[in-house]
């Protein structure tokens, strides 16, 4: 069964430090993997996605997520964080054959401090 | 723009009466799903449709319905809401196939049944 698991409810890291949200999954096969972030009163927005290729992965607002099929993981990541980005962040995962089904974890709510 | 719609944004209602939460999409998708996200169990899928007529449970069905009669609509419905379906809700939409797209999702309708 397909599962994602972020096992940080909250990150706090000061504006300007480097960011990490981590994220591991379990899928059958090759794994379509998504960062989605979500601000108050808001729908989730999407951030970056993993098809294949290149395991390091970069998308919207200076965010990245690095793929590691050894360890199933894909982390979020932002070099300089801000304080802007703090949010809400839900890491998913489809199984790239039959479903197009997401599975969402559980979120992680980032607290960027000035 | 591409974007998924959903109404009302915010909805009381008392215990026992019907009501209806619609999204529409404009960006010609086959696949939507309905959402629930609730603290510290992130997003669960409640119905999903693969395409016009065709609808299956998601992970938590109990008390909803769903119907897709076209396209760009895939409307909510509780026939008799109870407390326990009070929840933040969220519509997405996404074109299976070729690749991995992402899911587009709506603003949310934040239910309070009493």
């Known amino acids: 069964a397909q599962s994602v698991a972020q096992p940080e409810d909250q990150v706090n890291v000061a504006e300007g430090n480097p960011l990490t949200v981590k994220c591991t999954y379990s899928?059958?096969?090759?794994?379509?993997l998504f960062w989605y972030v979500q601000y108050p009163n808001r729908g989730l927005q999407f951030l970056l996605k993993y098809i294949t290729g290149d395991n390091l992965v970069k998308g919207s607002y200076g965010f990245e997520a690095e793929f590691n099929k050894s360890q199933t993981s894909f982390h979020l990541k932002k070099p300089s964080a801000l304080v802007s980005d703090s949010a809400l962040y839900f890491c998913a995962v489809r199984g790239s054959s039959g479903t197009y089904k997401y599975i969402f974890g559980t979120g992680t709510r980032l607290k960027v401090l000035a | 723009e591409a974007q998924v719609t959903q109404n009302p944004r915010y909805l009381i209602t008392v215990t026992g009466k019907k009501l209806t939460v619609t999204c529409s999409q404009n960006?010609?998708?086959?696949?939507m799903s309905w959402y629930r996200q609730d603290p510290g169990l992130g997003l669960r899928q409640i119905y999903y449709?693969?395409?016009?007529?065709?609808?299956d449970k998601g992970d938590v069905p109990e008390g909803y319905k769903v119907s897709r009669k076209e396209k760009r609509n895939f409307p909510l419905i509780l026939e008799s809401p109870s407390p326990n379906q009070t929840s933040l809700y969220f519509c997405?939409?996404?074109?299976?196939?070729?690749?991995?797209?992402?899911?587009?999702f709506g603003q949310g309708t934040r239910l309070t049944v009493v």
């Open positions: 899928v059958s096969g090759n794994p379509y």
């Open positions: 960006m010609n998708h086959e696949y």
């Open positions: 449709s693969m395409n016009v007529e065709v609808t």
């Open positions: 997405a939409s996404s074109r299976p196939g070729q690749g991995a797209t992402e899911a587009f």
